[in-house]
């Protein structure tokens, strides 16, 4: 977690290798900090992440040397969705060339000979769980699941995953206090009126994130310490859409047996806001060396560490079988994203296949604390 205002911007197909650089020299600076004020192994800790920082800050610096400002994006983290043509009934994206959908399997061009079928009924199942793990003392993540009602009376789904920074239990509290001011800031902008349009719903959630944000920035000065702070991945279920606004590197996936990703049946909704993942996006490290880099916890957005944040939204048609899952970081450290979707679909039960999850999460060393809610879209 880096506080200070640093500003990463990811767009298009390249990186500017100069804000990269600021990233990694606050994370220096971060470091630094640690060095003067711990003892043993602390101090160790801070000496071999100041070292591999360098290390980093070298190779982005001869970048620069070689005239590179702006670096090619080669193997972006999440995948990019290749689904561009929308069921007319379903809503789900499918290939270019498709000839039935992959979801609800409707002809995706409708031609005389086969009437439109009605859309199916769904229904969203869901179950949330929150393991502290098998290496720390408290749980700093908080997770929610629950329902609201709209003006109009419809009722939909919010999804929240926080997972919380700071010494002396300090997470904990960020990541309550975000789960609480969101939940009483959505509640009441949505009684108030219904969002129209894509556009609107994010400008809510926003708002609402922006309000969890100012408040446990003011409590982490009230509080003297620096450095409190929060990810936050959340998800509202409106009909047969969601819509996700997101800080950090927790992570919203899309799964379905059918297939959604390129070549697979997931995809990750959500990119995460942290060095390594800028890493592997210009090619410095691969997925794989990413998820156990001595780096990975560095992540330059989070609520409550800035007096204002950016914060990425978007929205997503869901179709039957769908499957939404939220989760910290606890969970991706452990398991591969294929066997974490394999789980998902292999289980019917949303609450066993979370129970699943975090047990094999556990299994493999439990570093951290975990948190996984499922909701999937039912016939
Ligand atoms: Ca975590």
Redesign the pocket.
Known sequence: MLPGSRRLRVSGDSLSVRELLAVVESGVFYWRQRLDESEGVAREQAAAAIKELSRILDSLAQQLVAGREMVQITSRLPSTRVAPLACAICGRGNRANAKYCIACGSPMRLGEKSAPRPPPKLSLAVAARTDVGMARKVNE?TCYSGEFTTADGKIGTLLLVA?GMGGHAAGEVASQLASETIKAELKESLSAGVPATDEDWHALMRQAALKANERIYTQSRAMGGRGMGTTLTMALVAGRRTHIAHVGDSRAYLINPGGVGEGGPWTQLTADHSLVARLVDIGQLTPEQARVHPQRNMIYRSLGTDPTVDVDTLSQALAPGDVLLLC???LEIHVEDAELSQIVIDEPNEAHACERLIALANQRGGK??ISVIIARMRT
Do not use: Q, R
Request: glycine share 14%.
């Open positions: 993540d997972d910290s970081d606890g951290d604390n």
